[in-house]
């Protein structure tokens, strides 16, 4: 067998051929937790937390208790906000106008993806798609939809989130 691999070792071929297999591999060993998994559950709730109470619901203070001291939100549209940004970006935008803007998860698309460190869970990514809807005139109407991927981080046993990714803007085209 050796020697059938001999004339690969300083191939190129081969070694794109070794990283497609192994990264093949890595997508049915690192699949995304059960859906009735403590974790997923936890980190589902957080969702709602930041999306339902704080941003549809403008229970912008809700925010403080799950979000990291040095988050970092990255945006596609309006760039980079740190915490303070953030925060104040949902009361004075989002919230200028209660019950105006709202945004719904998109149904089963929600995954997350448990981080370890020598076995033992220290984070866990979470991502997803969600719509976003604007009530004028008493009509609700979609505005548009976009992805998000969350960097979640145990701090004293409690999940904080660390790093926002939130991109693939798009105008609805309902």
């Known amino acids: 067998m050796n020697s059938f691999l001999k004339p690969f070792e300083k191939s ?11 990264f093949i591999y890595s997508l049915f060993t690192n ?8 974790i997923y559950k ?6 709602s937390i930041i999306f339902d109470r704080a941003f549809n619901n403008c229970e912008v203070d809700k925010l403080e208790l799950i979000i990291a001291e040095d988050i970092e939100f990255y ?8 915490s ?11 919230c200028s106008n209660p019950g105006t803007y709202t945004r719904k998860l998109v149904q089963n698309s929600l995954e997350v993806h448990q ?17 976003f809807y604007v009530k004028e005139n008493n009509k609700i109407r979609k505005t ?25 803007h798009k105008d609805a085209t309902e």
């Open 12 to 22: 190129y071929l081969y070694k794109i051929v070794f990283v497609f297999i192994m």
């Open 31 to 38: 699949a995304q937790v059960d859906k009735n998994s403590e």
């Open 42 to 47: 936890v980190l589902k709730a957080n969702d």
């Open 75 to 82: 945006h596609d549209i309006v760039g980079v906000q740190n």
């Open 84 to 94: 303070e940004e953030f925060i104040n970006a949902v009361k004075n935008n989002i």
């Open 115 to 131: 981080l370890k460190n020598n076995g033992t869970i220290y984070g866990a990514i979470q991502k997803g798609k969600h719509d």
């Open 144 to 168: 548009g939809t976009a992805q998000f991927t969350h960097l979640w981080i145990l701090e004293n046993e409690k999940w904080k989130l660390k790093r926002v990714l939130s991109f693939d």
